[in-house]
């Protein structure tokens, strides 16, 4: 996400996905939106899902950034051969919140240089916690390796 929203911003989205999509409560809610509205499904891309659910960073120009970001997982790998990071995570989302035992769902982000795609495991995350959770984890660049990349991009959008 670093390349394309700060550090803080990235840290804030998370925060909303892992409440968004916590144990009990929370959970149980997606559930019955994801019944109602098939918010994730073909029908929809992450970022219109995301937008709907409120899950942007609160500054605005972040929020642009964000958008463009959850449009450019199209263009990601994921550990499913020939199925794109964004639609990876759609089906891993619309698979969950429609199944029989729906895990909670843990968002992170691990070092694009380490591995370039998106990937969904099940496990245990939160070392704390005996909860299984659905984790996704997204590849990512520090934002402070990609401010001049942005800076440059932003640069040419104002002209």
């Known amino acids: 996400m670093g390349a394309y929203i ?6 804030d989205v998370l925060f909303q996905l892992n409440n968004r999509f916590g144990p009990g409560a929370p959970l149980d809610e997606m559930v019955t939106i994801q019944k109602e509205f098939q918010v994730f499904s073909e029908r929809y891309s992450l970022k219109q899902a995301f937008r709907l659910l409120h899950i942007v960073p609160a500054d605005f120009t972040e929020r642009r950034f964000w958008f463009v970001f959850l449009e450019a997982l199209k263009n990601y790998v994921s550990d499913q051969e020939g199925i794109s ?3 990876r995570i759609v089906r891993a989302y619309q698979e969950n919140l ?3 035992r729906p895990l909670p769902v843990h968002t992170t982000t691990h070092r694009l240089a380490d591995d370039r795609r998106v990937m969904v495991t099940q496990g245990h995350p939160i070392i704390y916690e005996p909860q299984e959770y659905l984790t ?3 590849p990512t660049k520090p ?3 990609s401010l001049p990349r942005r800076a440059a991009a932003e640069a040419r959008r104002t002209g």
């Open 85 to 87: 990071g964004h639609d």
């Open 6 to 11: 700060t550090d803080t911003s990235t840290a």
């Open 98 to 100: 429609e199944g029989a």
């Open 143 to 145: 934002a402070a390796e």
């Open 136 to 138: 996704i984890s997204i």
